[in-house]
């Protein structure tokens, strides 16, 4: 695995804001950058990232299967009781999950070890699936990467190949909140992916989504909502107002309620009960487990639930090194063994793994420049090249 610094093609804006890639750059700080690219060989893609992706997603379902079935697993990851049976039911009819990015420490050596699994409302995705690909074959006719490079990413066809399969009924509602750029992006990219597959799709923002007098949910035509896709967190979903509806509502959900499970860090701790020493996991514990001692004075504390980094604190040594802010934390923290980010160039890097319908199919890659991966951390394209 290799940083390589190269030239950037001269007119990558203007194919952005054709693709309608819109926020490649942030408030005057570049996210999208192609000022360098990492070089990888397909044996570190196989056996490194992508053999190691589908063996954890097996290990995460493993860990569903427990724990629908275990009210203290359950009240321990902070689910509310309501939704139980709900998400018991979701994951007995096997309901479809359509995608999830697992966030790995890797440098090209040694096993890559699993920060956390974004299993719910996962972004980054449109730069990953289309406008790193849109790169490479662009970098090969430029002359800005060798001729016969490779990518790993076939994620665009696979979700492709999940909506085909979904075989849903009626219009796919597709749904994010107010004023989020990125958000709205990949909603959007959701829906051309969806309209591939065949589908009809309508958007809503999640603020217009309402309940009629049947207790259903509608948009704000008054049309009701029979399949949602949303990038809006479950854990958010069942503490809002409507929350108590959810269970008894006609309305499909994608993600799967069962997803809830996944996306919430107490995952991190139980995979190391369940699969202890297992070289791609991280040692992790809730933090009021008697055995989170055993990671001493180092170690990262996290909020079972949380997003882009927030309230994020990481101690080295018994000394706080970083502790970032945010509304997170209520519901309680783990605390995970401290795995510094590989630095490349002196870039902290960590590698997104995508995993869609159940197959790891590509990967993206972040920098930042501090300990905390954030939402302005920089996104560079990869290449496979032996």
């Known amino acids: 695995m290799q940083r390589v610094a190269c030239r950037e093609r001269p007119n990558w804006r203007d ?34 990232l992508e053999q190691v992706t589908a063996e954890l997603d097996q290990m995460c379902l493993a860990f569903i299967d427990r724990a629908v079935a275990d009210e203290a697993m359950l009240t321990k990851l902070r689910v509310p009781r309501y939704a139980w049976p709900m998400i018991q039911a979701s994951w007995q009819h096997r309901e479809t999950p359509l995608y999830g990015r697992m966030d790995f420490a890797y440098d090209g050596t040694g096993p890559a070890k699993l920060y956390e699994y974004n299993a719910d409302t996962p972004t980054s995705l449109y730069e990953a699936a289309i406008f790193q690909w849109v790169w490479l074959e662009q970098a090969m006719e430029q002359g800005i990467v060798p001729q016969g490079s490779d990518q790993f990413n076939f994620i665009h066809e696979q979700l492709v190949e999940v909506f ?74 069942l503490d809002e107002e409507f929350g108590l509806l959810i269970p008894t509502s006609d309305t499909n959900f994608i993600e799967p309620a069962w997803k809830a499970l996944l ?8 995979l190391w009960q369940m699969f202890p020493g297992h070289p791609n996991l991280l040692p992790a514990y809730f933090e009021d487990d008697s055995g989170a001692t055993e990671l001493g004075e180092t170690y990262v504390r996290k909020p ?28 309680g923290f783990i605390l995970q063994a401290y795995q510094p980010m590989p630095r490349f160039d002196g870039n902290n890097v960590i590698i997104g793994s995508w995993i869609v319908g159940g197959e790891a199919c590509g990967i993206g890659i972040r920098e930042d420049d501090t300990l905390v991966t954030r939402d302005l951390a920089r996104f560079l394209p990869h290449i496979i090249l032996d």
């Open 304 to 331: 079972l639930f949380s997003r882009e980094g927030a309230n994020i604190r990481i101690v080295i040594d018994g000394k706080e090194q970083i502790n970032v802010s945010g509304p997170y934390g209520a519901e």
């Open 263 to 270: 996306s919430n860090k107490g995952l991190l701790p139980y």
């Open 164 to 237: 085909e399969g979904l075989k849903i009924k009626g219009p796919l509602h597709c749904a994010c909140v107010k004023d989020t750029v990125e958000d709205y992006g990949t909603v959007e990219y959701i829906q051309d992916c969806a309209h591939q597959a065949g589908l009809e799709t309508k958007f809503v923002f999640i603020e217009d989504i309402g309940i009629n007098a049947q207790n259903l949910f509608n948009d704000g035509d008054d049309e009701a909502i029979l399949n949602l896709f949303k990038l809006y967190p479950w854990e958010w979903m």
């Open 15 to 48: 194919v952005a804001d054709e693709l309608g890639f819109l926020f490649h750059t942030e408030d005057g700080d570049t996210y999208w950058d192609e000022r360098a690219h990492y070089r990888f060989t397909l044996r570190q893609i196989e056996e490194d």
